[in-house]
C-alpha cells in the first residue's frame, strides 16, 4: 500500500511532553460502531464487560541510550559517540544505533561509563554491532548507572531527565529488555486495576522486548518496501490458558497496546488461530488487509503519521474509520504519542 494513505496533519504542539498525572486521568477517545465519545481511562471498566480477558505486556525499558567516546588514533580524532541499543544479540553483544555513524569502523573502541564496546560490524541499514566487555547482572547495573532512558525524539529531543526514569515505565514492568515503552501500560494505576477487578474484568501478561525499529519512521513509498526489525517475545504458558478460558466465557481479547497485540496475532497466526504458549522473535508488520485472530479490542495512544502504528490501528479498525477519529482527536486537543492520551478500538 502506498504511504501516504496514512498520512495526516498533526500539530507540532499536540505531542506531549509529559504525561499527566496521575495517570488514569489521561483522555480516552471510545471509537465505538455508533460513534466516538470522550471519555477518560478511569471509563474503561464501564466500557468492558464482566469476563473480558485484559492482556499487558510486562516488560521492562531499560537504559539503553549510552554516550561515550571514542579514543584517538594515529591519523583520527578522538569523537563523542551515542549510541541507542535496539536488541540483544546474546553474548554481549548489541544491535545499535550509533552518531556519528561515518566516522565508526569496525574494530573501534568505545568507551562509555562503567564499560567499553567494540564496534563488530556496520550494516547496510545504519545499524552496528557492539560487543560489550560486560555481560551479564554486571551489564545491566553498568546500564542503570551510565544509560538514560530512551526517548523518542519527539519528546523534548530525546534527552530524558530523572523524571523520565518513572514515567517511561508502566506498573507491569518485570522483564529487563525494551528499548521502548509499551505505552498503553502507562495509562494504569492500582486504582483502575481494582476496578477492572471489581468488573470482573480479568487480567493477564505476555512479554515483548520492544525494539527501536517499531517506532522508527517509514522511508519507502510503498509498505512492501518496508522491513520491520525482529523483536523478541514470549506467551507464557499461564497466559495463553487465560486466552483459552476467556474465549470458552464468551470474553474478549482486549490487547494494552500494539506491542502485545502484535506478539498475540504472530502466535496466533502461526496456530491456526488459537494462541498457544510460545517464545520466540517476530517481525511481523500489520497493514490494512491482515487478518486479525487472537484480539478483539485494542486500548493504544495516538500515534504519529505515517507510521508502522497507525498502519497497524487503520488494519485494526479501518483507515476511514481511523481518519476521522484522528482528526476528532486533533480537533478537540488530544495528547498524541508516547505520553499522551488514547483510544479504544473494536476489530
Given at each position: 500500500?502506498?504511504?501516504d494513505?496514512?498520512d495526516f496533519?498533526l500539530?507540532?504542539?499536540l505531542?506531549?511532553?509529559r ?6 486521568a489521561?483522555?480516552?477517545?471510545d471509537v465505538a460502531s455508533?460513534?466516538l465519545h ?8 464501564s ?9 499487558f505486556?510486562?516488560t521492562?525499558?531499560?537504559?539503553a541510550r ?5 579514543g584517538g588514533?594515529?591519523?583520527?580524532q578522538?569523537?563523542?559517540v ?7 544479540l546474546?553474548?554481549g553483544r ?14 573501534d573502541?568505545?568507551?562509555f561509563t562503567?564499560?567499553?564496546?567494540t564496534?563488530?560490524?556496520?550494516n ?7 560487543a560489550?566487555?560486560t555481560?551479564g547482572p554486571?551489564?545491566l ?6 544509560g ?7 519528546i523534548?529531543?530525546g534527552?530524558a531527565?530523572a523524571?523520565d526514569?518513572?514515567?517511561y515505565?508502566t506498573?507491569f514492568?518485570r522483564?529487563?529488555g525494551?528499548v ?6 502507562l495509562?494504569?494505576t492500582?486504582g483502575?486495576?481494582a ?6 474484568i480479568a487480567?493477564?501478561?505476555?512479554t515483548l522486548?520492544?525494539g527501536?525499529?517499531t ?8 509498505t512492501?518496501a518496508?522491513t520491520?526489525?525482529?523483536?523478541w517475545?514470549?506467551?507464557?504458558t499461564?497466559?495463553a490458558?487465560a486466552?483459552?478460558e476467556?474465549?470458552?466465557?464468551g470474553?474478549r ?16 497466526r502461526?496456530h ?5 504458549a ?7 508488520f500489520i497493514v490494512?488487509g491482515?487478518r ?7 486500548l493504544t495512544?495516538?500515534h504519529l503519521?505515517?507510521?508502522t ?8 479498525a479501518?483507515?476511514?474509520?481511523m481518519?476521522a477519529?484522528?482528526a ?15 483510544c479504544?478500538?473494536r476489530r
Amino acid at each position: 500500500m502506498r504511504v501516504d494513505l496514512f498520512d495526516f496533519d498533526l500539530p507540532d504542539e499536540l505531542i506531549a511532553q509529559r504525561p499527566v498525572q496521575p495517570r488514569d486521568a489521561a483522555r480516552l477517545l471510545d471509537v465505538a460502531s455508533d460513534g466516538l465519545h470522550d471519555r477518560t481511562v478511569r471509563d474503561l471498566p464501564s466500557l468492558l464487560s464482566r469476563g473480558d480477558l485484559l492482556v499487558f505486556n510486562d516488560t521492562r525499558v531499560i537504559p539503553a541510550r549510552l554516550r561515550g567516546r571514542r579514543g584517538g588514533t594515529a591519523g583520527r580524532q578522538d569523537v563523542a559517540v551515542e549510541a541507542l541499543l535496539i536488541r540483544d544479540l546474546g553474548n554481549g553483544r548489541w544491535l545499535s544505533f550509533a552518531r556519528p555513524t561515518k566516522r565508526l569502523r569496525p574494530g573501534d573502541g568505545i568507551a562509555f561509563t562503567g564499560f567499553a564496546a567494540t564496534v563488530e560490524t556496520k550494516n547496510d541499514d545504519g545499524s552496528i554491532v557492539l560487543a560489550f566487555d560486560t555481560t551479564g547482572p554486571g551489564f545491566l547495573a553498568a546500564l542503570e548507572d551510565g544509560g538514560s532512558v530512551p526517548l523518542p525524539p519527539y519528546i523534548r529531543g530525546g534527552v530524558a531527565d530523572a523524571q523520565d526514569r518513572a514515567d517511561y515505565q508502566t506498573m507491569f514492568a518485570r522483564y529487563d529488555g525494551s528499548v521502548a515503552a509499551p505505552t498503553a501500560g502507562l495509562h494504569f494505576t492500582h486504582g483502575l486495576m481494582a476496578s477492572l477487578a471489581d468488573a470482573g474484568i480479568a487480567t493477564a501478561s505476555v512479554t515483548l522486548h520492544v525494539g527501536a525499529g517499531t517506532f522508527q519512521p517509514v522511508r519507502v513509498d510503498d509498505t512492501e518496501a518496508h522491513t520491520m526489525h525482529a523483536e523478541w517475545g514470549e506467551v507464557p504458558t499461564a497466559t495463553a490458558r487465560a486466552i483459552a478460558e476467556a474465549r470458552a466465557r464468551g470474553g474478549r481479547i482486549v490487547s494494552i497496546g500494539t506491542t502485545a497485540l502484535r506478539l498475540l496475532e504472530t502466535v496466533a497466526r502461526d496456530h491456526d488461530g488459537a494462541v498457544a504458549a510460545w517464545t520466540g522473535e517476530t517481525d511481523i508488520f500489520i497493514v490494512p488487509g491482515f487478518r486479525f485472530r487472537a484480539v478483539d479490542l485494542l486500548l493504544t495512544n495516538f500515534h504519529l503519521p505515517r507510521s508502522t502504528l497507525f498502519m497497524l490501528v487503520a488494519a485494526f479498525a479501518g483507515l476511514e474509520r481511523m481518519k476521522a477519529a484522528y482528526a476528532h482527536a486533533v480537533r478537540e486537543r488530544y495528547r498524541f504519542y508516547s505520553y499522551g492520551d488514547c483510544c479504544l478500538l473494536r476489530r
